[in-house]
């Protein structure tokens, strides 16, 4: 019980090489000690350092041990959003706030400020990236115009008697399919 007490209370680090006085990494959780000093930062990636390397860890709370414990104690989807707002205002890496949103996610995959955070779009009651929309929007509509009768040609939806005609090279012009030319010289021009 004692070691689950510490675990709780644990700080977060700042590390220091051997020689100087700068620290080569700051803000971050260690979390274990061994050949490598393995660390969290801001990322909220694990990361390390060669033993060997590190002169002193200087103990102390940080935001990352802060985001840890508060997503750690998340109950829902709304708590986590919650912590990736704060944690893009601590300064977060933006990898490391999307994830937040991401984990948001698996809680509820309809949580509306995770999925818009993470610039997703409603469409039919679905959340999806703009690019899964707009293929989406491309399938309904093809599904639909196929159900009225009509395919695709180039750029507009025609009937299927239109499409030969428009692939023979004519086009509708006063109601009626004429060639380019027909069409010139009922306009009144002449070759």
């Given amino acids: ?84 707002k704060w944690a893009e205002g601590r300064k977060f890496t933006k990898a490391a706030v999307e994830s937040i949103y991401e984990q948001a996610l698996a809680a509820d995959p309809r949580n509306e400020a995770a999925n818009t955070a993470l610039g997703r779009v409603l469409y039919k009651d679905e959340w999806m990236t703009p690019a899964q929309k707009a293929e989406r929007e491309k399938l309904d509509e093809e599904a639909d115009m196929a159900g009225k009768g009509l395919v695709r040609f180039e750029d507009q939806w025609v009937t299927p008697e239109d499409k030969q005609k428009l692939e023979q090279g004519l086009r509708k012009h006063d109601g009626r399919w004429m060639t380019p030319d027909e069409i010139k010289e009922s306009e009144g021009f002449t070759k």
């Avoid at 675990?7 to 061994?34: C, N, R, W």
């Avoid at 103990?59 to 919650?82: G, T």
């Fill in 1 to 84: 019980l004692p070691l689950l007490l510490l675990a709780a209370v644990a700080v977060a680090d700042d590390i220091y090489g051997k020689q100087g006085s700068k620290p080569f990494a700051t803000d971050v959780k260690v979390l274990s000690e061994g050949e490598k000093v393995v660390y969290v930062d801001k990322s909220l990636k694990e990361r390390s350092f060669q033993k060997d390397m590190v002169g002193r860890i200087e103990k102390r709370r940080s935001d990352v041990h802060e985001c840890l414990d508060r997503l750690r104690a998340a109950k829902d989807a709304a708590e986590i959003v919650e912590i990736a």
